[in-house]
């Protein structure tokens, strides 16, 4: 069982920076992709960033050049640093994983989603 927590969300006004983190305990035999979506009120979960095993990012056009993710394959983590930070990115952000739990003998694939924080940004 894989298990994401996410930390560093709170309330900043607009222009702010806030840092997220995202840890994942458990066992697994690897990570490939680490990601984070957020759901915004009356809106459907959108994907905000994503990073592979070998630090290849792709964003959603809404945050590009303002957001970066990163990650420490050491610590099996991974952050989001958001800058100018606009009203519209208030949401839940849930951080997500996916990879192989088991052994090389027998491997399963996961897929596992972090618990949510929240980021509200004040006009």
């Known amino acids: 069982q894989v298990q994401l927590v996410e930390s560093g969300g709170g309330l900043v006004q607009a222009g702010g920076s806030l840092r997220l983190s995202c840890a994942t305990s458990?066992?697994?035999?690897?990570?490939?992709?680490m990601g984070w979506y957020r759901r915004a009120p009356g809106k459907q979960r959108e994907l905000v960033a994503r990073?592979?095993?070998?630090?290849?990012?792709n964003y959603v056009d809404s945050v590009k050049g303002r957001f970066t993710i990163s990650r420490d394959n050491a610590k099996n983590t991974v952050y989001l640093q958001m800058n100018s930070l606009k009203p519209e990115d208030t949401a839940v952000y849930y951080c997500?994983?996916?990879?192989?739990?088991?052994?090389?003998?027998?491997?399963?694939?996961?897929?596992?989603w972090g618990q949510g924080t929240q980021v509200t940004v004040s006009s």
């Open positions: 997500n994983a996916d990879g192989y739990s088991g052994s090389i003998y027998s491997l399963r694939s996961f897929n596992s």
């Open positions: 990073i592979t095993s070998g630090g290849r990012t």
């Open positions: 458990g066992s697994f035999f690897s990570i490939n992709d």
